[in-house]
């Protein structure tokens, strides 16, 4: 079997390849690095620039490779193809062992990752540092909507989330049934929303406009209908007028955290205008305010409190508030089906007290 023993050197056509493969590369760079990404996708808040960066940064540097590496294999595979008249037993020229190259091809993108690494880690840092000071909001994913809580406003926000431009804000991220999250492109954050876990983000408001938010976590029938709501930032006055509109909206809202306790519920204060309205909300789909006959999922609750032919609850319980807020508590699968537990339901021992003293206002 002939060898090929001739030197391997750097011809002509390897420098113009090399002038041409730096010429795109250099092309490629100026293309990311002149891309208007903010013209499609604002940067809303001050952090998205910085992604922004990074993004071009790692994008550059990716595309020159890529032209380097794949260019090169289109070079090589021309340069060194198979010619006529070469001896079709040749075998080409054994190279192995370069420590300088094998030593620079590890330590060069080392480096780049500690890089990279050093660059993403000062981003997160500020994405997920607590202030000293700003705004401190909660967002709330639900199947399948977004609820919001602010400092001074009772109860939940339930359309969109407004923030005054420039104002640090801390956004505390949870869920209070399954898997959500809460993503605005527009701020380069997205955020997994977790059932009994809070995920605290941080970001300061640069560029007023409505921007989208939305779920991406496949969270039921109905995720996609998760896009509707949006994210406001405005100035001050507009984010003034809308925080009183909504605290007067909500001035006789529950301030409960939808979750119950495990011990007794204390009934005592209930408040049944409160409960009514949550009554509303969390159970009017399953209960009718009627005789117990009167079925939806459940039964009618009229008279759930006060019907001397129904002594006892479904789960066998004699009538009384304190056995109606357990089952509010606890759920209760019997013949019609399942009642929730307060989890499901997301309500807290507040809610529940308001709840029992409203159905025991009903005669
Ligand atoms: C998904 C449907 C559903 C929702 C939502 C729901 N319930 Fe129920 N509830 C039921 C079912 C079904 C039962 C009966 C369970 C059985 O016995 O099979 C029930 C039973 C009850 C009972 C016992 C009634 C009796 O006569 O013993 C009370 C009280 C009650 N629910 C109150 C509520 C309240 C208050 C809410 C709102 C926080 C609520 N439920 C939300 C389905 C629901
Ligand atoms: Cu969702």
């Not at 560029?207 to 496949?218: D, K, L, M, N, S």
């Amino acid at each position: 079997m002939a060898e090929n023993r001739q030197a391997v050197g750097f011809g002509r056509g390897f420098w113009i390849a090399t002038a041409v493969l730096t010429v795109v590369a250099a092309g490629s760079v100026y293309f990311w690095y002149t891309l208007p990404i903010s013209n499609a996708l604002p940067e809303a808040i001050l952090t998205a620039r910085q992604i922004d960066d990074l993004f071009r940064f790692m994008a550059a540097v990716g595309s020159a490779l890529y032209v380097f590496i794949f260019g090169y294999i289109v070079y090589f595979a021309i340069a060194f193809r198979a010619k006529k008249g070469d001896d079709p037993n040749a075998i080409g020229v054994q190279v192995h062992d370069n420590v300088r190259l094998e030593v620079l091809w590890t330590i060069l993108p080392a480096l780049f990752v500690v890089l990279l690494s050093i660059i993403s880690v000062k981003i997160w840092y500020e994405i997920t540092l607590q202030p000293a000071n700003g705004l401190v909001v909660e967002a709330i994913g639900h199947k399948w909507y977004y609820t919001f809580r602010y400092p001074q406003v009772h109860g939940e926000i339930t359309d969109e989330m407004h923030v005054p431009l420039g104002v640090p804000v801390t956004l505390n991220v949870t869920s209070s049934d399954v898997i959500h999250s809460f993503w605005v492109p527009a701020m380069r954050l997205k955020t997994d929303m977790v059932p009994g876990m809070v995920t605290t983000i941080r970001f300061t408001p640069v560029r007023p406009g409505r921007y989208q938010i939305i779920c991406t976590q496949f969270c039921g029938t109905q995720h996609a209908e998760m896009n509707k709501q949006v994210f406001v930032i405005e100035d001050r006055p507009a984010y003034d007028a809308w925080f009183h509109s909504w605290q007067a909206k909500n001035a006789n809202a529950s301030d409960a955290v939808a979750t119950a306790s495990t011990g007794t519920v204390a009934l005592a204060g209930g408040d049944a205008k409160a409960g009514q309205a949550t009554f509303q909300a969390k159970c009017s789909a399953c209960h009718a305010i009627g005789p117990y006959s009167q079925r939806l999922v459940g039964p009618g609750l009229k008279d759930v409190l006060h019907d001397p032919s129904h002594p006892s609850l479904v789960d066998g319980d004699a009538a009384t508030p304190a056995n109606v807020a357990k089952i509010l508590q606890q759920g209760y699968k019997g013949d019609m089906g399942q009642m929730p537990s307060a989890q499901m339901n997301a309500i807290g021992d507040k809610d529940i007290a308001n709840l029992v003293a409203y159905l025991n206002s009903l005669k």
